[in-house]
C-alpha cells in the first residue's frame, strides 16, 4: 500500500475513508482480530454523497429536500411576492458596519464542521467496520477537519477531537510511540503525517507577525494571514541518531526520558548554521565526550513528536573518554553484540541501525551499503 500526500481544502470535510481522529496527540484506534490495532476506516453506507454535505458543507437543495429541511410548499413565497431587491438595501436592514466580520476572519466553508445533521449514514452491520456507526457519533466532538491524501486509492481525513470521552466499545486512544508495529506499516506513515499536520494547523490559527486571523492557502499547503499577507509553511525540526562504533563494539545510551530501561543511539537537534555532519560530532561530543569520524548517512524517518525529521548516520569512533551528560543521559557505555541490553521496539530508525548492526554489520570491513 502507498501513501500520497494531497492539498485540496475543499474536501475538508469527513466522508468514506480513513478517519485519523486525534485527541492532543493520540490516535483513535480500533482493535482487530489479530491483537493489534487499526485506524477506522467507515466505507460502504458509512458516507454517501447523498448524506454528507458537498464541498464548502452547505447541504444541497437535493439533500435538504431529502432530509426534510426543504421550505413546505405551502409555506413558500407566491412568485412576484418576493421582497424586491433594493428593500434588502435599505438603510437600516443592512448590517452596521461596526458589527461586520472583518475580511479572512469568518471560519472558510471548506473548515467549518459539518452539522451534526450531515453525519453519515453508517451500516451498523457492515462487517468491515465494527463500531462504525458509534464512531459517527464522535463527529458532534471534532473541532477541525482536514483532508491530507490518499492510502491506496482511499481518501485520508485528519480530525481533532475536542475530548476522548465516550469512545465507542472497541476504540482507544494512544500517542503514536507505542503505536509503532501494532498498526499496520502502511497506515503508520499517513498517521505521522496527520498528527503533524494537526499540530502545525493547531499552533498556527494566528499570524506570527501581526497577530490577525490565518487562513488555508488554496494552492499550497501553508497559511495566509488574512490582514498582512504572511505565510506560514509547516514547520519541519531536523534532528541527527547516529551509531558510534569501535571495531564490533557500539556506544549506547539511556536517556532520561526514556519510560522503560532501554538504551539507544545518541541524537540531538541541529542547530542554525550547523551541517548534519557538524551536528553529529557536537551532539555526540556534548552528551558522552568521545569524538568521531568518518560521518556518512544511513536513512531517515519522519518524527512527528511533535514536528521532527530524525536522519540516521553511522560514525566511527575516533577517541576519547566517555564523559556522560547528566543532564541528558543517566548512563552510556560500550556494549559488543553478544551482550546487548534492551533495545527500542517497534519500527524506529534507531531499530533499523541497530538492527543493521547486529545483521549487517563486519567488524574489521565496515559498515555494508551506508
Known amino acids: 500500500m502507498s501513501f500520497t500526500a494531497i492539498h485540496d481544502p475543499t474536501k475538508n470535510s469527513l466522508a ?22 487499526t485506524v477506522p476506516r467507515p466505507s460502504g453506507n458509512a458516507a454517501s ?8 458543507n452547505a447541504a444541497s437543495p437535493e439533500s435538504a429536500a431529502r432530509s426534510g429541511n426543504a421550505t413546505p410548499p405551502e409555506n413558500r413565497i407566491p412568485p412576484g411576492n ?63 477537519v482536514l483532508y491530507f491524501g490518499r492510502l491506496d486509492g482511499v481518501d485520508c481525513y485528519a480530525g481533532d477531537l475536542a475530548s476522548d470521552d465516550g469512545l465507542p466499545d472497541g476504540f482507544t486512544a494512544d ?74 563494539r557500539i556506544l549506547l545510551a539511556h536517556n532520561r526520558r526514556f519510560a522503560t530501561p532501554f538504551y539507544s543511539l545518541i541524537a540531538g537537534f541541529v542547530e542554525m548554521g550547523e551541517t548534519l555532519e557538524d551536528c553529529v560530532a557536537r551532539e555526540v561530543e556534548e552528551e558522552v565526550g568521545v569524538r568521531v569520524r568518518n560521518i556518512r548517512y544511513f536513512g531517515s524517518q519522519p518524527w512527528p513528536f511533535p514536528d521532527s525529521l530524525m536522519l540516521g548516520f553511522i560514525a566511527d569512533y575516533d577517541g576519547g573518554e566517555i564523559r556522560v551528560d547528566r543532564r541528558e543521559l543517566l548512563d552510556a557505555r560500550w556494549f559488543t553484540p553478544d551482550n546487548l541490553p534492551s533495545l527500542p521496539a517497534g519500527d524506529s530508525i534507531a531499530r533499523r541501525i541497530l538492527t543493521w548492526y547486529e545483521k549487517d554489520y563486519a567488524p574489521g570491513l565496515g559498515p555494508k551499503g551506508a
Not at 454523497?49 to 464548502?56: I, L, M, N, Q, V
Open 16 to 37: 468514506e475513508g480513513y478517519w485519523f481522529l486525534f485527541f492532543r496527540d493520540r490516535l483513535v484506534v480500533s482493535r482487530n482480530g489479530d491483537g493489534g490495532f
Open 49 to 56: 454523497p447523498e448524506s454528507t454535505a458537498p464541498s464548502g
Open 82 to 144: 418576493e421582497a424586491p431587491a433594493e428593500s434588502a438595501a435599505r438603510p437600516g436592514n443592512a448590517t452596521p458596519q461596526e458589527n461586520r466580520v472583518p475580511p479572512g476572519n469568518a471560519t472558510p466553508p471548506e473548515n467549518r464542521v459539518p452539522p451534526e445533521s450531515a453525519a453519515p449514514q453508517v451500516d451498523p452491520g457492515s462487517p468491515e467496520n465494527p463500531g462504525a456507526a458509534e464512531l459517527a457519533a464522535l463527529r458532534g466532538k471534532i473541532s477541525r
Open 175 to 248: 500517542s503514536l510511540r507505542p503505536l509503532y508495529g501494532k498498526i499496520p506499516p502502511s497506515q503508520m506513515i499517513p498517521a505521522r503525517f496527520a498528527g503533524h499536520l494537526l499540530h502545525w494547523d493547531r499552533s498556527t490559527r494566528f499570524c506570527g507577525s501581526c497577530g490577525a486571523p490565518n487562513r488555508d492557502k488554496e494552492d499550497e499547503r501553508a497559511k495566509v494571514c488574512s490582514s498582512c499577507g504572511a505565510l506560514t509553511y509547516p514547520r519541519l525540526s531536523p534532528a541527527i541518531i547516529v551509531a558510534i562504533l569501535d571495531g564490533k
